[in-house]
């Protein structure tokens, strides 16, 4: 019974991972238990809480969940087991004999009572001055178990102080019921781990290396704690404030952009089942906000898109014409702030592999308070750039002080979906019941393949798009069935592809043809290509790359900090599950299905900048003053 | 070796013993057959919990696993129990070749001792007294000419958490984690020590172990109770004039324990430590055994000038100071029950609430993950219980 498979530092928090059986013929088959004196059946090895769930029986839970491994410290799921003396855990029990359990006894009733009592006890704030109201699993609990008053006292001063270094997390201990989910999400679900326990007994807390502060410590700004925290002692930092200064000072020209993640998901905040995509009701309530322009983030996706893959070509004729061993190779994407900070702190030396293209938010950024204000003739000084993201590390990521090429911050605030939401409820506006709008011009409606950014291997699925159609002048839809690159797609943690580019050649559109002298080098070339979400699984290919194995041999590689890509941001509805994230990608991938437009090269409004604005091309001196930019070596230790 | 070795008196565990005997019984043997000694013998962990030693070994020996390891829990952190470090200075021998004998019988080739953090003194020469066994080819390969039986023994310190001394918390430890005590199941025995099958035994355990091998499990059985095989090493200490550790045999009454260490106007023995619970002086005419007053040695004595509440609070601070922090029963319960315990003192209490902790003490005992926070509450209750009427009605002075 040798669960531990993987044994790495620190494991603490990682008591004993059970495996669910999924294959029940492989592990040696079925039990019957007997739950509340009803049988059932279950795969051997599953915890009591997954027989419950079978059986069709609620047992309340706060540190278990569904990404995370096992904990079993809240103690609020136990149960009865007929012959134990104490109750177990059921998270955390799993079963290897015929036991008889019990789920709703006088002695476990009275136990999760006492363990709600008990965390509200220690649990500072009231529920009505807390952004978790209404979303708060140990609201929800009191609830559920009729908590009528502080059994056991409440506290009424903060035991910590409110961390608010972060431009991303903000971590109010004070709340924390050490639950450990983030600790769990730092350490195994992501392996960056900055959050453990700290001091023993009623000491005990949540805190980081040395006690520093958030931002002093090698964090990422994922926001996946956020994700999972039950409480609001982990919350975004929500600049929504401002945002509405802004608005309402009738000199600033306010403008927002929107990634394509919030639209799939931002419907779960209005209570509608996850997975219904409200881009266009978006759009019309953004406006009736105040809003000056809705501009679509999906456009720097194809933009994006163009400059992310010139620079691989370019990249690619350097080292295998030129032998440029100077040329790093593979090319790691950059969409994603998280990625980047957890490649600067934990692989500095890669960073040359890195595209120097900034994300799309970036981008956007600074072609808002460039080519548009010169367009429209606005100050560029009055321009206040909000960017709607499902992502807590672009709020890090729009204040790193190289993010100004346009002579302004490029992009000054970056809002949560959760952060949306609430602007939207706070203006009386019912998002479900909006009408329909479009983007705005100059920018427009942007392509599918911008949109699957949103997901895991969408990057990677809009550049082999766009890639194929450059070099072998085929259409997509010839080599992949309606375009669509499925094996990128998905959630396995790890995806790796190979594309034969074939014989036939060009012609190569003249938007790229300059750039190399000839294009035969390519010929019969197979491109090959790999996906990773998750820093846990990052970190996998990346020490397999080190190792100089398969993944080395790639030539391109898209990264993302969040399990489940954007659409698991750290910006996004709490709660999340795999379930959730699933039907997240759905959503997006129905929505490219639907567009006419699925290919960043033949977004109109692309061509039109390279014409209009970055004259010189793709990876042009414009372009790389405006869309590119460098990284830090930041390793692990911060000053 | 370490110091001058009190002469100590006992039928068992301080009987006559020459170092290796033990391992030669052992190796004489068949694995299965000195596990059926041990069942014979009826031996139940010393540690306090009381697990039967024969069929833990039995589940790790079944296992198929390649590797496997012996941990000798030294932690000994229960407050009042000094017994284990008078064994590893004075009788390391049996210990030691305890563990030879489990490694032996399970087919582990590594024990590691986890030595409580405060002992460091005690280190070195135990090292030395493992290099001299080297020397004897008690340790090493091959030991005692048996082919294919190689095992050593290394000692890893503990750093003062009490937590350390609950057997999966220990094993955290050893790996090199917060010392936090696992979901069980799996139990050591299945997924141990880096997830390997692991008998972890208290030094004790180990030591009876040695001198069952010798003299058989018949012999250890005519001592003690039915249910409580043997003898126990007890570590007496409080109001008395002969206070150490006393080998005595399991059944003796508490009242001879007073008789023999010369305790006079006792009021109160708090039995098992901190985690323990505390009689007064109707229920001296119990007998210490896994029946009836289970130890894993520790014995309390307070005579008529100790307070109760003083003695509770105490004991409350220390747990609401040595809970690990991970459960919440544990972690909180035991502060809310130690405000209680302040309450009473300055008198700012209602019985009802007083009722109320006793009943969280009670969803302690059955909630929490692992014997901290399962057993920290037994004072609260038998104390409360126990001293009522001085507690509550003013005899004892609770003001002061």
Same mark, same amino acid.
């Given at each position: 019974?040798?669960?531990?498979?993987?044994?790495?530092?620190?494991?603490?928090?990682?008591?004993?991972?059970?495996?669910?059986?999924?294959?029940?013929?492989?592990?040696?088959?079925?039990?019957?238990?007997?739950?509340?004196?009803?049988?059932?059946?279950?795969?051997?090895?599953?915890?009591?809480?997954?027989?419950?769930?079978?059986?069709?029986?609620?047992?309340?839970?706060?540190?278990?969940?569904?990404?995370?491994?096992?904990?079993?410290?809240?103690?609020?799921?136990?149960?009865?087991?007929?012959?134990?003396?104490?109750?177990?855990?059921?998270?955390? %029990?799993?079963? &290897?004999?015929?036991?008889?359990?019990? &789920?709703?006894?006088?002695?476990?009733?009275?136990?999760?009572?006492?363990?709600?009592?008990?965390?509200?006890?220690?649990?500072?704030?009231?529920?009505?001055?807390?952004?978790?109201?209404?979303?708060?699993?140990?609201?929800?609990?009191?609830?559920?178990?009729?908590?009528?008053?502080?059994?056991?006292?409440?506290?009424?001063?903060?035991?910590?102080?409110?961390?608010?270094?972060?431009?991303?997390?903000?971590?109010?201990?004070?709340?924390?019921?050490?639950?450990?989910?983030?600790?769990?999400?730092?350490?195994?679900?992501?392996?960056?781990?900055?959050?453990?326990?700290?001091?023993?007994?009623?000491?005990?807390?949540?805190?980081?290396?040395?006690?520093?502060?958030?931002?002093?410590?090698?964090?990422?700004?994922?926001?996946?704690?956020?994700?999972?925290?039950?409480?609001?002692?982990?919350?975004?930092?929500?600049?929504?404030?401002?945002?509405?200064?802004?608005?309402?000072?009738?000199?600033?020209?306010?403008?927002?952009?929107?990634?394509?993640?919030?639209?799939?998901?931002?419907?779960?905040?209005?209570?509608?089942?996850?997975?219904?995509?409200?881009?266009?009701?978006?759009?019309?309530?953004?406006?009736?906000?105040?809003?000056?322009?809705?501009?679509?983030?999906?456009? &720097?996706?194809?933009?994006?898109?163009?400059?992310?893959?010139?620079?691989?070509?370019?990249?690619?004729?350097?080292?295998?014409?030129?032998?440029?061993?100077?040329?790093?190779?593979?090319?790691?994407?950059?969409?994603?702030?998280?990625?980047?900070?957890?490649?600067?702190?934990?692989?500095?030396?890669?960073?040359?592999?890195?595209?120097?293209?900034?994300?799309?938010?970036?981008? %956007?950024?600074?072609?808002?308070?460039?080519?548009?204000?010169?367009?429209?003739?606005?100050?560029?000084?009055?321009?206040?750039?909000?960017?709607?993201?499902?992502?807590?590390?672009?709020?890090?990521?729009?204040?790193?002080?190289?993010?100004?090429?346009?002579?302004?911050?490029?992009?000054?605030?970056?809002?949560?979906?959760?952060?949306?939401?609430?602007?939207?409820?706070?203006?009386?506006?019912?998002?479900?019941?909006?009408?329909?709008?479009?983007?705005?011009?100059? %920018?427009?409606?942007?392509?599918?393949?911008?949109?699957?950014?949103?997901?895991?291997?969408?990057?990677?699925?809009?550049?082999?798009?766009?890639?194929?159609?450059?070099? &072998?002048?085929?259409?997509?839809?010839?080599?992949?069935?309606?375009?669509?690159?499925?094996?990128?797609?998905?959630?396995?943690?790890?995806?790796?592809?190979?594309?034969?580019?074939?014989?036939?050649?060009?012609?190569?559109?003249?938007?790229?043809?300059?750039?190399?002298?000839?294009?035969?080098?390519?010929?019969?070339?197979?491109?090959?290509?790999?996906?990773?979400?998750?820093?846990?699984?990052?970190?996998?290919?990346?020490?397999?790359?080190?190792?100089?194995?398969?993944?080395?041999?790639?030539?391109?590689?898209?990264?993302?900090?969040?399990?489940?890509?954007?659409?698991?941001?750290?910006?996004?509805?709490?709660?999340?599950?795999?379930?959730?994230?699933?039907?997240?990608?759905?959503?997006?991938?129905?929505?490219?299905?639907?567009?006419?437009?699925?290919?960043?090269?033949?977004?109109?409004?692309?061509?039109?900048?390279?014409?209009?604005?970055?004259?010189?091309?793709?990876?042009?001196?414009?372009?790389?003053?405006?869309?590119?930019?460098?990284?830090?070596?930041?390793?692990?230790?911060?000053? | 070796?370490?110091?001058?070795?009190?002469?100590?008196?006992?039928?068992?565990?301080?009987?006559?013993?020459?170092?290796?005997?033990?391992?030669?019984?052992?190796?004489?043997?068949?694995?299965?057959?000195?596990?059926?000694?041990?069942?014979?013998?009826?031996?139940?962990?010393?540690?306090?919990?009381?697990?039967?030693?024969?069929?833990?070994?039995?589940?790790?020996?079944?296992? #198929?696993?390649?590797?496997?390891?012996?941990?000798?829990?030294?932690?000994?952190?229960?407050?009042?129990?000094?017994?284990?470090?008078?064994?590893?200075?004075?009788?390391?021998?049996?210990?030691?070749?305890?563990?030879?004998?489990?490694?032996?019988?399970?087919?582990?080739?590594?024990?590691?001792?986890?030595?409580?953090?405060?002992?460091?003194?005690?280190?070195?020469?135990?090292?030395?007294?493992?290099?001299?066994?080297?020397?004897?080819?008690?340790?090493?390969?091959?030991?005692?000419?048996?082919?294919?039986?190689?095992?050593?023994?290394?000692?890893?310190?503990?750093?003062?958490?009490?937590?350390?001394?609950?057997?999966?918390?220990?094993?955290?430890?050893?790996?090199?984690?917060?010392?936090?005590?696992?979901?069980?199941?799996?139990?050591?025995?299945?997924?141990?020590?880096?997830?390997?099958?692991?008998?972890?035994?208290?030094?004790?355990?180990?030591?009876?172990?040695?001198?069952?091998?010798?003299?058989?499990?018949?012999?250890?059985?005519?001592?003690?109770?039915?249910?409580?095989?043997?003898?126990?090493?007890?570590?007496?200490?409080?109001?008395?004039?002969?206070?150490?550790?006393?080998?005595?045999?399991?059944?003796?009454?508490?009242?001879?324990?007073?008789?023999?260490?010369?305790?006079?106007?006792?009021?109160?023995?708090?039995?098992?430590?901190?985690?323990?619970?505390?009689?007064?002086? #109707?229920?001296?005419?119990?007998?210490?055994?896994?029946?009836?007053?289970?130890?894993?040695?520790?014995?309390?004595?307070?005579?008529?000038?100790?307070?109760?509440?003083?003695?509770?609070?105490?004991?409350?601070?220390?747990?609401?100071?040595?809970?690990?922090?991970?459960?919440?029963?544990?972690?909180?319960?035991?502060?809310?029950?130690?405000?209680?315990?302040?309450?009473?003192?300055?008198?700012?209490?209602?019985?009802?609430?007083?009722?109320?902790?006793?009943?969280?003490?009670? #969803?302690?005992?059955?909630?929490?993950?692992?014997?901290?926070?399962?057993?920290?509450?037994?004072?609260?209750?038998?104390?409360?219980?126990?001293?009522?009427?001085?507690?509550?009605?003013?005899?004892?002075?609770?003001?002061?």
């Amino acid at each position: 019974m040798d669960s531990r498979k993987d044994y790495r530092a620190p494991l603490s928090q990682q008591p004993l991972t059970i495996e669910k059986p999924t294959d029940l013929t492989a592990i040696g088959g079925t039990i019957t238990v007997e739950i509340n004196e009803k049988k059932v059946v279950v795969p051997l090895g599953t915890t009591i809480l997954d027989a419950c769930k079978m059986a069709g029986i609620s047992i309340p839970t706060l540190c278990h969940h569904e990404d995370l491994c096992i904990a079993g410290v809240c103690r609020i799921c136990v149960v009865e087991v007929e012959g134990m003396r104490t109750l177990q855990a059921s998270c955390a %029990f799993p079963i &290897t004999a015929p036991i008889k359990i019990k &789920t709703s006894t006088p002695m476990v009733r009275k136990a999760r009572r006492h363990i709600i009592d008990l965390m509200l006890s220690e649990h500072y704030g009231e529920c009505y001055s807390c952004v978790r109201n209404g979303n708060c699993e140990l609201q929800n609990l009191a609830k559920e178990y009729g908590v009528d008053g502080y059994t056991f006292g409440h506290v009424d001063k903060p035991r910590y102080e409110i961390d608010r270094s972060s431009y991303a997390v903000i971590r109010d201990m004070s709340k924390c019921i050490l639950c450990k989910r983030c600790v769990r999400t730092c350490i195994d679900l992501q392996e960056v781990g900055v959050l453990e326990s700290i001091g023993r007994g009623d000491m005990t807390h949540i805190s980081t290396f040395l006690e520093k502060p958030l931002s002093d410590v090698i964090c990422i700004n994922c926001g996946q704690c956020i994700n999972r925290c039950p409480t609001a002692a982990l919350r975004a930092n929500d600049p929504s404030d401002e945002i509405w200064r802004a608005i309402d000072d009738p000199k600033k020209h306010v403008v927002i952009q929107t990634a394509p993640s919030p639209r799939a998901a931002i419907c779960e905040e209005f209570g509608m089942e996850a997975g219904t995509s409200l881009t266009q009701e978006l759009n019309t309530a953004l406006k009736r906000i105040g809003f000056d322009k809705v501009f679509d983030t999906n456009f &720097t996706a194809d933009l994006t898109i163009i400059e992310e893959g010139t620079e691989l070509i370019i990249r690619l004729y350097k080292a295998l014409v030129g032998k440029d061993a100077s040329v790093s190779l593979p090319q790691f994407t950059s969409c994603s702030p998280g990625w980047v900070k957890y490649l600067e702190h934990y692989y500095p030396e890669y960073l040359d592999n890195l595209s120097s293209a900034k994300s799309p938010q970036q981008m %956007f950024g600074s072609l808002i308070k460039t080519f548009y204000a010169q367009k429209n003739g606005v100050n560029p000084e009055d321009i206040v750039s909000v960017a709607l993201m499902p992502c807590s590390a672009k709020k890090f990521e729009c204040n790193r002080p190289e993010m100004a090429d346009s002579g302004y911050k490029d992009v000054d605030y970056g809002l949560t979906t959760r952060e949306m939401a609430k602007m939207i409820k706070e203006a009386g506006i019912n998002l479900p019941e909006m009408p329909k709008s479009h983007f705005d011009d100059p %920018f427009g409606e942007a392509s599918g393949a911008g949109l699957i950014f949103g997901a895991t291997g969408g990057v990677m699925e809009a550049a082999i798009r766009t890639i194929v159609e450059f070099i &072998t002048g085929a259409k997509a839809e010839d080599i992949f069935a309606n375009a669509n690159v499925v094996d990128v797609r998905g959630f396995d943690g790890i995806k790796y592809m190979e594309i034969p580019l074939g014989d036939k050649f060009g012609p190569v559109p003249g938007l790229i043809a300059h750039l190399v002298p000839n294009w035969d080098w390519l010929k019969g070339a197979t491109l090959k290509v790999a996906v990773a979400h998750g820093t846990a699984n990052a970190k996998k290919v990346m020490d397999d790359i080190k190792a100089g194995g398969k993944f080395s041999e790639c030539h391109f590689i898209e990264f993302m900090a969040c399990p489940g890509g954007c659409l698991g941001g750290g910006g996004q509805p709490i709660p999340t599950t795999p379930e959730i994230r699933m039907k997240r990608a759905q959503a997006i991938y129905a929505e490219d299905e639907s567009l006419e437009l699925r290919k960043s090269h033949e977004n109109p409004h692309i061509t039109k900048i390279y014409e209009e604005f970055l004259t010189e091309g793709p990876c042009s001196h414009l372009s790389h003053k405006l869309l590119h930019t460098h990284y830090v070596k930041r390793g692990k230790y911060i000053i | 070796m370490i110091m001058e070795k009190t002469k100590r008196e006992g039928s068992v565990i301080f009987s006559e013993y020459k170092r290796g005997e033990g391992i030669k019984a052992a190796l004489g043997k068949k694995r299965e057959d000195i596990l059926l000694e041990l069942r014979e013998s009826k031996i139940k962990g010393r540690g306090g919990a009381g697990f039967p030693t024969a069929t833990k070994w039995m589940v790790v020996a079944a296992s #198929t696993a390649e590797i496997k390891y012996v941990i000798c829990n030294a932690d000994e952190g229960e407050p009042g129990t000094f017994k284990d470090r008078v064994l590893l200075v004075d009788y390391p021998e049996l210990v030691f070749d305890g563990m030879v004998i489990a490694g032996y019988t399970i087919g582990a080739s590594r024990g590691i001792v986890y030595l409580r953090g405060e002992y460091e003194y005690v280190r070195k020469p135990l090292e030395d007294y493992l290099e001299s066994m080297r020397k004897d080819n008690l340790l090493g390969n091959n030991i005692l000419g048996k082919d294919g039986f190689d095992f050593d023994i290394t000692i890893r310190m503990g750093s003062g958490a009490y937590i350390c001394g609950e057997e999966t918390a220990l094993i955290e430890s050893l790996e090199g984690n917060r010392g936090e005590a696992r979901n069980k199941p799996p139990y050591p025995v299945n997924t141990g020590f880096f997830g390997r099958p692991t008998v972890v035994n208290n030094v004790e355990t180990l030591a009876a172990v040695s001198h069952i091998l010798v003299k058989g499990g018949d012999w250890f059985r005519q001592h003690g109770t039915d249910k409580s095989t043997g003898s126990k090493l007890f570590s007496i200490s409080g109001d008395c004039e002969k206070p150490g550790v006393y080998e005595l045999p399991w059944g003796t009454k508490l009242s001879e324990i007073l008789f023999l260490v010369g305790a006079k106007n006792t009021k109160a023995i708090q039995v098992g430590g901190a985690s323990g619970i505390c009689l007064n002086k #109707t229920q001296f005419d119990r007998t210490l055994a896994y029946e009836d007053a289970a130890t894993g040695g520790s014995i309390m004595i307070f005579n008529e000038s100790r307070n109760m509440i003083h003695i509770l609070k105490n004991f409350m601070e220390f747990f609401v100071e040595e809970s690990c922090g991970q459960c919440t029963p544990c972690r909180i319960g035991n502060v809310k029950l130690l405000e209680g315990v302040k309450m009473i003192q300055s008198g700012e209490y209602t019985f009802d609430y007083i009722e109320k902790l006793i009943d969280l003490g009670r #969803t302690m005992q059955v909630a929490s993950k692992c014997g901290l926070g399962q057993s920290s509450p037994n004072p609260f209750i038998s104390i409360l219980e126990n001293f009522k009427d001085e507690i509550f009605n003013g005899n004892g002075g609770y003001n002061g």
